[in-house]
């Protein structure tokens, strides 16, 4: 129906219009691929320079000021576009068959019998607000980010990014009573009926069975919010009950997995969703900045047992974040929702539709259905897929008690641990702790001459993750002695996943008053140097991942005051499991269980181990973090799959490379005490505070 060979050009102005009809090889035309992203086609072509190295994606900034003409030769037929991003009118033969708007949603086209040049102008793209603006003059159900974001430079997405060919199929509707599960055709044929099937369980609480309904894979399972215990009798409820069982959320945001979102990346794709998988996840929020995921995202979500709660295409602003009322607006958001919704509404792995994120009134109080978008949306879902939750937004309820979002940021070596105990929300489904980025994406990144300083004064630092960018809190906590960028990067990274790992443990420690605990993010759409991300840009996790790991595993935790103890006379912490203080050299200076505590001249160094056996806290006796930077020198050993400590000195945040950066391990991070040996599964490197192999 459509040839192999795509190509495309670029006008200022209608000036495109001249060219629909000329011949294949007028100049000018560069290859194109289907689904895709005009600046993707550009870098392959030569035509722009890498947009994923220092501050080179500014250079792309002017492609979505011009319409692109992207043209290839069809058969006669029936032709269905999947998504378009952003407005397109469609040409066969010079004549115009077609004009559509909006990236969600398709639209068909028929083509005569023979051989015929398809050209498809895609318009330049619409005018939206970047982070810090106005929701209010939002006019385009269009992801956000792309006009300039906290981890996400301004690219403005343009392209023919979803499929192109033979109509599909649509999806059909499923129905599930608690003991017949049925599947309809969109056309009410029936496709399959079980009698007491087999249920659909998310990850960790039971397996993801799934039927074959014709071309479909399905699954049965029932899902309700139910209120939290102890909750204000006016608040929602967040509990989530599946299959008549409680399931506590353990989850992440989820961010489109590359600023040029049309370009398909299957194995990233699955290797992305395996890793929250294999994180004990069950739940990923679809962030309302982003896009609305494709069918193979929810496929791959429906095999891994991975909740999906999806928001709609609508985002807060820096500076007022009310969703337009304009009519013409608000109709075509209903519209997209009315395709939109019915389209995933077989996956079981769906559970939640959302309104967007964190969109309020100008008060700041988060929206509800006073808002005609808010409600049109919220009709669609109601009308088209009533066994799906639906939020109007999130957060949702009273700014900060019920649904919470924030803070992002570590809240330093003290506050940070009293922020996180002293929460009382019933849902925290957006928080985070910044860092550097990993060792070879940073390498990859930024070239050595412009590594350091690796602040905001730097100019590539300040493009690639500004806001993101602690240096100066990352030097108070280590004592102001940081001066090359390896140890910035270890320290950093550091702070992030000992302040994650807590952050998550004390939501958990609150189960049932606390539904579900979704950190920001877990990928990231664009490589930056200092970003909130679990998982760098090239599907590498952060030191964070294992912490957040660890937790969702169900490790031990301990509740505490700092992790550096200086002036406070003695170290007390509640604990989950029986609990040791351990020197470096291994000497155990306390035992407890419950509640531990010893004097800070009980230990022999500055630095000492909380010891839980499967979850450990580094502390100091100082009231900074710099003794990290004095350690004595331990000795490690890597062999065999197996990396051990033969010193007689504890080895500390011992992180574990592989030569492949997608080489999964089942835990990392490690601190090591002396003769302790850990499972290194497939790495090839190791280095911690004081020690290298």
């Not at 981890?151 to 003991?179: M, Y």
């Not at 009410?188 to 007491?196: A, C, H, K, M």
């Not at 020198?633 to 197996?642: H, K, P, Q, S, Y």
Request: glycine letters at 10%; aromatic letters at 10%; proline letters at 7%.
């Amino acid at each position: 129906m459509v040839g192999p060979e795509w190509q495309v050009k670029s006008w200022l102005g209608d000036e495109w219009r001249w060219y629909v009809n000329k011949p294949w090889d007028h100049p000018g035309f560069v290859p194109a691929r289907v689904p895709g992203s005009v600046v993707d086609d550009l870098m392959r072509a030569g035509e722009l320079p890498s947009i994923y190295f220092e501050r080179d994606s500014r250079l792309a900034e002017w492609v979505s000021a011009r319409t692109w003409l992207y043209r290839t030769r069809a058969h006669g037929g029936t032709l269905e576009f999947e998504g378009v991003d952003y407005a397109c009118e469609v040409f066969v033969d010079g004549e115009p068959v077609a004009k559509h708007t909006g990236p969600f949603t398709s639209f068909r086209v028929d083509v005569p019998a023979g051989e015929h040049l398809l050209a498809v102008a895609v318009l330049a793209a619409p005018e939206s607000e970047a982070q810090v603006g106005r929701t209010s003059r939002v006019g385009v159900h269009k992801p956000r980010m792309n006009y300039g974001w906290d981890f996400c430079p301004r690219l403005v997405h343009q392209g023919i990014w979803r499929r192109v060919g033979e109509p599909r199929a649509r999806p059909p509707r499923v129905e599930f009573d608690g003991s017949t599960g049925r599947v309809v055709g969109a056309g009410g044929e029936p496709l399959l009926e079980v009698e007491s099937p087999e249920l659909w369980w998310p990850n960790g609480s039971g397996q993801q069975r799934l039927y074959r309904a014709g071309e479909w894979e399905v699954g049965f399972r029932t899902i309700e919010l139910q209120p939290n215990e102890d909750a204000p009798e006016d608040a929602l409820p967040y509990t989530l009950v599946v299959n008549g069982e409680r399931v506590f959320m353990r989850g992440w945001n989820w961010t489109p997995i590359d600023v040029l979102y049309g370009v398909p990346r299957p194995e990233k794709l699955e290797h992305l969703l395996t890793l929250a998988a294999r994180a004990n996840a069950n739940v990923l929020r679809v962030w309302g900045g982003g896009v609305i995921e494709s069918d193979e995202f929810y496929a791959l979500c429906d095999r891994l047992g991975l909740l999906v709660w999806q928001e709609f295409s609508q985002s807060s602003s820096g500076l007022e974040s009310t969703p337009s009322d304009d009519p013409g607006f608000v109709a075509a958001l209903a519209a997209d929702a009315r395709e939109i919704v019915p389209s995933r509404g077989h996956h079981p792995s769906l559970f939640a539709w959302g309104g967007g994120n964190e969109l309020a009134w100008p008060d700041g109080e988060p929206i509800d259905e006073r808002s005609p978008a808010v409600r049109a949306l919220g009709d669609a879902v109601r009308e088209l897929d009533p066994a799906r939750v639906w939020l109007p937004s999130s957060p949702t309820g009273p700014k900060g008690t019920w649904d919470m979002h924030g803070p992002w940021e570590h809240q330093g070596l003290r506050a940070h641990y009293e922020h996180y105990d002293s929460r009382r929300n019933l849902i925290h489904s957006e928080f985070g702790v910044e860092g550097m980025t990993n060792r070879r994406a940073l390498e990859e990144l930024i070239s050595p001459e412009h590594r350091w300083p690796a602040d905001r004064s730097n100019p590539v630092y300040e493009h690639l993750g500004a806001w993101w960018n602690n240096a100066p809190l990352v030097q108070e906590a280590f004592g102001g002695r940081i001066e090359e960028v390896e140890t910035m990067r270890r320290a950093s990274q550091w702070l992030q996943y000992d302040g994650l790992r807590y952050a998550v443990e004390a939501t958990i420690r609150r189960a049932w008053r606390a539904s579900g605990v979704l950190p920001w993010q877990f990928n990231e759409s664009f490589p930056n140097a200092w970003c909130t991300c679990a998982v760098d840009w090239h599907g590498e996790p952060k030191p964070a991942y294992f912490g957040v790991a660890r937790a969702y595993r169900g490790a031990a935790s301990a509740q505490f005051a700092t992790c550096c103890w200086g002036g406070l006379g003695e170290v007390r912490a509640r604990v989950s499991a029986p609990a040791r203080l351990v020197d470096l050299d291994g000497r155990v200076v306390a035992e407890g269980e419950g509640e531990i505590t010893a004097p800070l001249d009980a230990f022999g160094t500055d630095v000492f181990l909380l010891d839980l056996v499967t979850n450990r806290y580094v502390m100091t006796r100082t009231a900074t973090l710099e003794p990290l930077l004095d350690l004595p020198r331990a000795t490690i050993e890597l062999r065999d799959g197996v990396i051990r400590n033969v010193g007689d000195v504890a080895a500390l945040g011992v992180v574990l490379e592989a030569d492949d950066r997608w080489a999964h391990f089942d835990d990392n991070v490690l601190d090591l005490l002396p003769g302790e040996a850990r499972p290194a599964g497939p790495a090839t490197r190791a280095e911690g505070w004081n020690a290298r192999v």
